[in-house]
């Protein structure tokens, strides 16, 4: 099947600074991605649909400057956490939908620890 | 709005048994598709089977069965001959993956 790369697996970094987190569509284009959070023992919930060569689709009560979505090419989109603070501590997971969405390839996650 | 129910937070099976978990969910779709993800302990999404709305035949992949209920809106998941691998979180989904369930944590006791 079809494989999305998520970089990296895990990251710590200080309060008040951004880390970025990559998803990689390497053997298929993707125009559309999501990325979820987790928080632990919880389901995925949806923050927002990049969309190749537009705008982000945020969700309801996620925070656009905070959560920073780049979809600048088919195989890439990236998540920049901006000003992060600990409570943004979490387990980020990006997906790709298949052809007409019958079915979604995720990526590995990323664990993000801010201290 | 799009919703999906997963009302058993943890389930336990004894290896070679069979359990089913139960997922409802809501939509104004006509159209769609519905999906059983496994979680293992590494949190990598697995996919474990699909449904396609439209489609009055359960869908089956080896030991895992879907029972799908189009009006009733309910859309379990049975595993047969569980096995000690089988133990993960497991989440129900819709809308294209945009909307999980709560999740099910599945147990199989050796």
């Known amino acids: 099947g079809a494989v999305v790369s998520q970089h990296p697996s895990w990251v710590i970094c200080k309060s008040g600074t951004s880390v970025k987190i990559e998803c990689r569509s390497l053997d298929f284009q993707a125009t559309t991605m999501f990325w979820y959070r987790q928080f632990p023992k919880q389901s995925l919930m949806l923050m927002a649909t990049s969309n190749e060569g537009s705008k982000a689709t945020y969700e309801q009560g996620v925070e656009k400057d905070k959560f920073l979505i780049n979809h600048a090419s088919l195989t890439l989109s990236t998540l920049t956490v901006t000003s992060a603070h600990p409570e943004d501590s979490s387990f980020y997971i990006c997906?790709?939908?298949?052809?007409?969405?019958?079915?979604?390839?995720f990526g590995q996650g990323t664990r993000l620890t801010v201290v | 709005a799009q919703t999906v129910t997963q009302s058993q937070p943890e389930m336990s099976v004894q290896e070679a048994e069979t359990v089913t978990l139960s997922c409802t969910y809501d939509?104004?779709?006509?159209?769609?598709?519905l999906f059983w993800y496994k979680q293992p302990p590494s949190r990598q999404m697995i996919l474990v089977i699909r449904q396609e709305a439209y489609k009055q035949q359960n869908a089956t992949e080896n030991r895992f069965s879907v029972n799908f209920q189009k009006a009733a809106k309910s859309f379990s998941l049975k595993i047969s001959d569980s096995q000690l691998g089988d133990a993960a979180m497991y989440f129900c989904?819709?809308?294209?993956?945009?909307?999980f369930g709560t999740g099910t944590r599945l147990k199989v006791l050796a």
């Open positions: 939509t104004s779709e006509s159209d769609y598709y």
């Open positions: 989904a819709h809308s294209g993956v945009r909307v």
């Open positions: 997906s790709a939908p298949g052809r007409r969405e019958t079915e979604a390839f």
